[in-house]
């Protein structure tokens, strides 16, 4: 008799859905209750001992004094700094606490070490080809610079022999997601910021299930926001019940603790080590266009096939394995890639870490557009910049490169928006093109330059994707997908309306307002 994994995953499904009085009354809905009474609990200790403050005053002021100073000599990024000078400045007492509380290693010490140690483990398990890197370097000697420096935060090896597509649509990947999922033979890994119940995870949990029940090792991984609000708590055991391993990065306690700001943000699947996608694309309908929450959702994505998957394996391997003692990262490296032998250029898959010091992410986005001779065309959903950031935008545009962004016309979060704004002015003036998608929402996270590189994945411009979060990308070098990219950048374009000095003066003055407001506050967001 025929299981009917289809109909079990609807039944999964509809168990699922969760509305405002399950959100209040389940387990998370109480842990978020006493999350709220400890921040209450810590507000009323500050205002028990207000009443003393015009006695330590002089005491507050050396304090601040003293606390300014280490700001000021600290390493940490100007931008931020400046966030939190105003902070200490505006609340002597509480705003230290807060600053002490958020740069301690509260809660997130473990993590820091696992991560450490797991990166440190097998940083040389895939180990560069020399060939390929000599190749690679006479071809670009600043590309081959900016690929030894991206090897110093993991293992990111340079790869030939990776054929690469690009899908200019969620709705493109979605399709080959399915096909490819179908071929399963050995293991399915696969790590989503947001997994959402609908069309879209219901065809793939299908699939998942069908693909587990046949001895398909079968593993998902998601972030633990989606507790809150999209999944219930026991879906890893609903899960279970279909034969798939399932595991909740970061998820959220009763107790307050900075681990809570570091959010895994990638987007990696991986089938039998052969094949692998990369991109902005989440786990839910707005994704692919079938549920329409802001316009027309563009966004996009890469499939590689062959060696340089291996990379994508033992990215998703790091994750699983943070909260397990013995790592698997050998036996799953072990499967065949398939090389692609006709595959034209260079790929570099790379994660990025907010453990460590070395911000990778922005660091490639501003390689690219300080090398660039002729143009950087992006498309981000977001536009919050720190200042290295926007000197390296600004300056690429005043050596006579043409900068260009495509930015949401519809925007999914106001405050993001409004941020985004407050960055016009000055990028106009430096000549950075600024466009805005008139049919909706870009979600895209793509850097193409000169022709002849590019980077599609998943870290935004923005202070969570480049300083908090957990984030993967790919980076191309002469591959045969790179003018198409390049010509779905101008198709966008021509569904853009240009944005002017003038049009940032008849801005709407809340926009402005809020802009102006939540700036200084920009990297703590």
């Known amino acids: 008799m025929r299981t009917d994994y289809k109909n079990m995953g609807l039944n999964l499904l509809k168990k699922g859905q969760k509305g405002i009085i399950h959100a209040i009354f389940s387990r998370f809905g109480l842990i978020l209750l006493l999350l709220l009474a400890q921040v209450l609990l810590l507000f009323s200790i500050f205002q028990r001992f207000e009443e003393f403050l015009p006695h330590i005053l002089g005491g507050t002021v050396l304090f601040t004094l003293v606390m300014v100073i280490c700001l000021l000599n600290s390493r940490m990024n100007p931008t931020a700094k400046i966030t939190w000078l105003i902070a200490i400045m505006l609340l002597p007492v509480f705003g230290v606490l807060l600053f002490l509380y958020t740069r301690s290693d509260i809660g997130h010490r473990a993590l820091k070490k696992r991560t450490h140690d797991i990166i440190a483990k097998t940083k040389g398990l895939i180990p560069q080809s020399e060939e390929v890197m000599e190749q690679f370097s006479q071809g670009n000697g600043g590309a081959a610079a900016l690929a030894r420096y991206m090897a110093r935060s993991g293992c990111h090896p340079v790869y030939d022999g990776t054929a690469v597509t690009y899908f200019p649509l969620g ?98 699947l991986v089938i039998d080590g052969h094949t692998a996608f990369n991109g902005g694309v989440n786990l839910a309908d707005e994704y692919i266009n079938q549920k329409v929450k802001y316009g027309h959702w563009k966004d996009t994505a890469v499939m590689l096939k062959g060696e340089a998957v291996k990379s994508f394996t033992l990215m998703f391997l790091q994750m699983w394995g943070i909260d397990e003692r013995q790592g698997e990262s050998t036996r799953f490296l072990s499967f065949p890639t398939h090389p692609a032998k006709e595959a034209k250029g260079y790929v570099i898959p790379y994660g990025d870490c907010p453990l460590d010091e070395d911000k990778l992410g922005e660091r490639v986005y501003m390689d690219i557009l300080n090398r660039s001779l002729e143009y950087v065309h992006i498309m981000s959903p977001y536009l919050i910049l720190d200042g290295e950031m926007e000197t390296a935008l600004k300056f690429a545009a005043e050596r006579g490169v043409e900068v260009a962004l495509i930015l949401p016309g519809i925007p999914d979060k106001k405050v993001p928006y409004a941020l985004a704004k407050t960055h016009y002015a000055s990028l106009l003036e430096s000549g ?29 411009l923005d202070y969570r994707s480049l300083y908090h979060h957990f984030e993967c990308a790919t980076y191309l070098y002469d591959t045969d997908c790179i003018p198409e990219i390049e010509a779905d950048f101008q198709a966008t374009l021509a569904k853009c309306r240009q944005v002017s000095m003038e049009t940032v003066r008849r801005e709407k003055w809340h926009v402005k307002l809020t802009g102006c407001l939540m700036k200084a506050m920009a990297p703590l967001m």
């Open 432 to 460: 950075v093109k600024i466009y805005e998608y008139t049919p909706g929402f870009v979600h895209a996270k793509v850097f193409v330059s000169d022709d002849r590189e590019a980077v599609v994945g998943t870290i935004n």
């Open 171 to 268: 709705e493109d990947k979605f399709a080959e997601m399915l096909v490819c999922l179908e071929s399963a033979r050995h293991f399915i890994f696969m790590e989503y910021f947001i997994v959402d119940e609908g069309l879209m995870w219901g065809r793939i949990l299908e699939i998942l299930a069908r693909k587990a029940a046949e001895g398909v090792d079968v593993r998902i991984m998601y972030d633990g926001t989606c507790e809150f609000a999209l999944l219930p708590h026991d879906y890893p055991k609903r899960l279970k019940a279909l034969g798939i391993k399932c595991k909740v990065f970061a998820s959220v306690s009763p107790f307050i603790s900075t681990h809570y700001n570091y959010r895994d943000h990638r987007k990696i």
